[in-house]
């Protein structure tokens, strides 16, 4: 029986919303690796949830997160997760090629579930995933959290707002020293950060991806990746990812018709507007190639730079906040579901473009998501 029961009591006689006070959302983390210990630091934080498991196969980690929540419990056994009437929801941070059987066999087992980024390893895995929480009727969130943070959602309102303009391209640098996966290349371990940024901003597949890139430390993993996207609107996009940079970088411009951004996740002033731009000079309607230099008619401004305020919410905190009010009230899940699987898609066309040493490999269309 499903647990997505709003304004009444779920099947163990609790109430999860609407009238009377809601009981705590008992959650389980499974995966105390690296993002693992920030999940269970935001889920102490929220009011209405009570962690109960943090599961993983190793014992160390185990330790350290019940020597900092005494109160949790802590287990090897995923099957004990499932199997407990008392867990709403499971939180998955495991390896990407893990994820697919964790969340199927949580859905199955009647559990709303948050799964890190990459939803799974393949298009077809994340669509199926999503197939089964609206059958199951049971919330399904991938953890796509910077399209949670104040300067991607203050460039997503310059955007929307069209202030910057056509958009020309966009181009962006995630780059540093290390950290080097074992099990992955740096294009499913860096790529979805931008991919879901791209994704939110533009709200639209690129119509081909093309990528090369090279293993230069661990045979068979790469490690740098320079991928391109070109979208129907003639908007292009460069994603330059790499573990192997002297330094941390965190850099994306976005160049439109009207004006430019630079959004620099490690500056103080993380995003930058600039007023400037190239036009033709007013008066001209067209322009045509010149037969000579001075037969250009073209205008370069360049004027203000301003910083627009930003609001210091923690972006993990309010994708929590979004999945607990997902099984709540019922919040629409469905443009991060969206987002989800297209990263995926994104991801296993520039993987294929890869293998075939930069290639323009298409991307398919893909139907509509639910709105549940």
């Not at 939180?91 to 890190?116: C, D, N, Q, W, Y």
């Not at 074992?182 to 639209?204: A, K, M, N, Q, T």
Request: contains cysteine; glycine residues 6%; charged residues 25%.
């Amino acid at each position: 029986m499903s647990r997505r029961l709003f304004g009444r009591e779920d099947d163990h006689g609790r109430r999860l919303n609407g009238f009377g006070p809601a009981a705590p959302l008992s959650v389980a983390v499974v995966g105390l690796g690296y993002w693992g210990p920030n999940l269970l630091r935001v889920l102490f934080e929220l009011p209405d949830v009570r962690v109960k498991y943090a599961c993983d196969l190793e014992t160390e980690p185990l330790a350290k997160a019940i020597r900092r929540y005494p109160s949790v419990e802590p287990t090897r056994d995923f099957d004990r997760v499932l199997e407990d009437p008392d867990v709403d929801a499971v939180i998955i941070a495991t390896p990407v090629f893990t994820h697919f059987e964790l969340a199927s066999r949580a859905l199955r087992a009647g559990k709303h579930t948050f799964v890190e980024k990459p939803l799974a390893a393949s298009t077809a895995e994340a669509e199926e995933l999503i197939a089964l929480a609206d059958e199951r009727g049971l919330s399904l969130m991938c953890g796509h959290t910077f399209i949670y943070s104040p300067p991607v959602r203050a460039v997503k309102r310059l955007l929307d707002s069209g202030e910057l303009g056509d958009i020309y391209f966009i181009s962006s640098s995630r780059v540093n020293l290390g950290l080097h996966q074992r099990d992955v290349s740096v294009v499913w371990d860096l790529g979805p950060h931008d991919f879901s940024i791209l994704l939110y901003w533009l709200e639209d597949l690129p119509e081909w991806v093309g990528a090369v890139g090279r293993d230069s430390v661990v045979p068979g993993i790469p490690d740098v990746a320079f991928i391109d996207l070109s979208y129907a609107s003639r908007t292009i996009a460069h994603v330059e990812l790499s573990w192997l940079a002297p330094s941390k970088l965190r850099r994306t411009v976005v160049v439109g018709s009207k004006k430019m951004v630079v959004y620099d996740d490690t500056s103080p002033e993380p995003v930058r507007v600039f007023d400037s731009g190239v036009t033709i000079d007013s008066g001209v309607t067209t322009y045509q190639d010149p037969e000579t230099y001075g037969q250009y008619q073209l205008s370069y401004r360049t004027g203000d730079i301003l910083s627009p305020k930003l609001d210091t919410t923690e972006p993990l905190a309010a994708e929590m906040a979004d999945f607990v009010g997902s099984i709540r009230n019922g919040a629409n899940v469905s443009e991060n579901r969206r987002i989800a699987r297209d990263v995926v898609a994104l991801i296993e066309a520039a993987e294929a473009s890869l293998e075939e040493r930069g290639a323009p490999i298409a991307v398919p269309s893909v139907g509509a998501l639910t709105t549940s």
